[in-house]
């Protein structure tokens, strides 16, 4: 068994990575601040990843490409292996990112000021997609109940009334749930009953923590294949969003024989030379490299846990069942949202995601990514520590 240093320590500056160097406008000047924001990892891409790359690269032509027969096979067994999902060539199209899927989705399926729903706190980009889209943005905020988001399903049933379609997050980002077959199966039958489409976004699946078990949510009851698009991703589980490469998936005949021309005459089918065969390494080779990821990115919410307990308890984590990101509440601190991020920035020389980017719910809340070294992690916390310190004695 190939056993892999996640630990490696990899600078990323000046590498052109947004990470890293699309922060400097961010950062007062003179201060040096750990970036620890938007969701991708400071691991390095998987080596047979690269090496897929490196062996497309020896051919001297880059020209329009195709989606392979080895990218669709790994795609099939891959969703077959993971989640016992039986997927055909015909029932899924190459997309180029979750972000843009969703852009399409939303002019296929809806026309200006139709209503879209969401459940904030969750994914910056898709309010913004649906604004953008021109669409009316509804909302059905989930509650918090014992550290724990839950849907507020009387409240989805009213608010379903609006919409036209719902955009799903499963598992959460950035509550880290790993929604259940019963709770998935609840929104479908809902958005059955008001007659809305569901379009999934499954990107954080792979990166579930056992004993969870991700379950699509087209599998979640027999209704769900009517109205559920599954939109996944190798990107976060095998860090590869730079590469840009989703899967489209879709079970009803009649909705794929409209929709997916729909997607092919706007170009959205067209993958970049480098995509297919990254993403088919990714499934063909990547179950050690996840094992071995996802083992360290435990230890990592373990450290950040055991970390608050004992030297910052007046800050509460939402525990994650899934992915390499952490929800914290900083509301003791007593600060305003624009306060909280100046003074993680300033203060203690770190940068989170800002909760209320989430939207509803998230005011007061920071979303920290722990898809790093702990070295850096530990960094971090302890400027953390020290800067709260110092906020509470004055």
């Known amino acids: 068994m190939k056993t892999y240093n996640i630990d490696a320590d990899i600078c990323r ?7 890293y160097d699309a922060i400097a406008p961010f950062i007062p000047k003179g201060h040096e601040v750990i970036p620890l924001w938007i969701a991708d990892m400071d691991f390095a891409t998987p080596p047979f990843v690269l090496d897929a790359i490196r062996k497309r690269l020896e ?8 989606p392979t027969d ?23 199209c190459y997309t180029p990112g979750i972000v843009s899927g969703i852009y399409k989705l939303l002019q296929f399926l809806t026309d200006k000021k139709d209503g879209v ?53 499963h598992p959460h980002n950035p509550g880290g749930r790993v929604w259940s077959q019963e709770e998935c199966a609840k929104v479908v ?5 008001h007659n809305v489409m569901i379009i ?69 089918q067209i ?51 899934a992915s390499f990101l952490i929800f914290i509440n900083f509301k003791a601190l007593n600060l305003s949202d624009e306060e909280l991020n100046r003074f993680l920035l300033e203060d203690a020389g770190v940068m989170l995601n800002p909760g209320i980017t989430f939207g509803t719910g998230g005011e007061g809340w920071m979303r920290l990514n722990i898809g790093t070294t702990r070295k850096r992690l530990e960094q971090a916390m302890k400027q953390i520590k020290r800067a709260v310190d110092k906020l509470l004695s004055k």
Request: aromatic residues 10%; proline residues 8%.
């Open 200 to 268: 999934c976004d499954e990107i954080h699946a792979d990166l579930t923590f056992t004993p969870k078990k991700h379950q699509p949510m087209v599998l979640s009851c027999p209704e769900a294949a009517q109205c559920v698009i599954t939109l996944q991703a190798p990107s976060k589980a095998f860090n590869m969003p730079g590469v840009v490469g989703s899967q489209l998936i879709v079970l009803e005949p009649e909705l794929r024989q409209r929709l997916f021309p729909y997607l092919e005459n706007s170009g959205l």
């Open 70 to 92: 080895e990218y669709k096979n790994a795609v099939i067994n891959w969703m077959k292996n993971q989640y016992n999902m039986e997927v055909s060539p015909e029932e899924f």
């Open 271 to 321: 993958g970049n030379s480098c995509a297919f065969p990254a993403i088919a390494s990714a499934y063909n080779n990547g179950k050690e490299w996840l094992d071995d990821t996802l083992r360290y990115i435990q230890d990592n919410i373990a450290y950040v846990r055991e970390f608050l307990s004992s030297q910052l308890p007046m800050l509460e984590m939402i525990e994650p069942e």
């Open 59 to 66: 051919h001297p032509v880059l020209g329009y490409s195709i």
């Open 13 to 19: 500056k000046n590498s052109g990575c947004t990470k």
């Open 189 to 193: 039958k809902l958005c059955r009953k």
């Open 117 to 169: 729903l969401i459940c904030p706190p969750v994914y910056p980009p898709f309010s913004a997609v649906i604004r953008n889209a021109e669409r009316t943005l509804v909302e059905a905020p989930l509650k918090l109940e014992n550290n724990r988001f839950e849907v507020d399903f009387d409240l989805l049933d009213e608010k379903l009334k609006s919409a036209k379609v719902m955009i799903w997050c």
